[in-house]
């Protein structure tokens, strides 16, 4: 998956304005914010193979750390903590924790049987990649969904549309663009991404206001 997860961030910040739109998107996504790093360290391994999967080119082979049920639990917990820490209300802590854990969630329903229990345990999968008018139908229902819910009865500028537009165009270009020519330019601009796609979030979202 890749616009669901931005759906889930969406549809949390709408429900716990005080979560905001940066961070909820950071909360969904942390498994794939974390997977880069764990790549260039080589403790985690993906290889780049067209047709292996009818979505995308990349075969995952080894990423427990990042993405295996177990550890995305703790990285929620972990996440959840931080929030604490700077004194997030326990609410948005929870839902934040809820989003991280959903990744393993999304992933199961689009990967192959490839995402891990926990390292070294069975790996599982419903396999929705093996259809691209499927997983079209699915992200995009989702991913409309939520920007209509998150939008309803807001005057949003065009950073907020911009920021809908960008996730859109990079999720077309990983679909339909072609293969990356090596793992580090799978990682590099992620690790860019996804710090941007925070701050922009935030920054759209606006800081939250009370109730009058």
Do not use: K
């Not at 926990?118 to 093996?130: E, F, N, T």
């Not at 990983?174 to 941007?196: D, K, Q, T």
């Amino acid at each position: 998956m890749f616009l669901a997860h931005f759906a889930a961030g969406l549809t949390a910040s709408r429900v716990e304005p005080r979560l905001r739109l940066g961070t909820a998107f950071l909360a969904a996504q942390l498994p794939d914010a974390l997977w880069p790093y764990l790549l260039l360290a080589g403790a985690e391994r993906v290889v780049i193979a067209p047709g292996d999967t009818a979505v995308t080119p990349l075969r995952f082979e080894h990423y427990p750390w990042s993405h295996s049920l177990l550890c995305v639990l703790l990285w929620s917990a972990a996440f959840a903590g931080v929030l604490l820490l700077r004194r997030a209300s326990g609410r948005t802590a929870l839902l934040a924790a809820g989003l991280v854990s959903s990744h393993w969630l999304l992933d199961f329903a689009s990967h192959r049987p490839d995402v891990p229990l926990y390292p070294g345990g069975p790996r599982l999968g419903l396999g929705m990649w093996d259809s691209v008018p499927l997983t079209m139908i699915v992200e995009w229902s989702l991913f409309a969904g939520a920007v209509a819910f998150y939008a309803r009865g807001r005057r949003l500028g065009p950073g907020f549309w911009s920021l809908v537009a960008l996730l859109a165009v990079a999720y077309l270009s990983a679909v339909f663009g072609p293969p990356p020519p090596s793992v580090a330019a799978v990682a590099l601009p992620m690790i860019a991404l996804v710090p941007l796609l925070w701050w922009w979030g935030n920054r759209v979202s606006g800081p939250w206001q009370p109730p009058a």
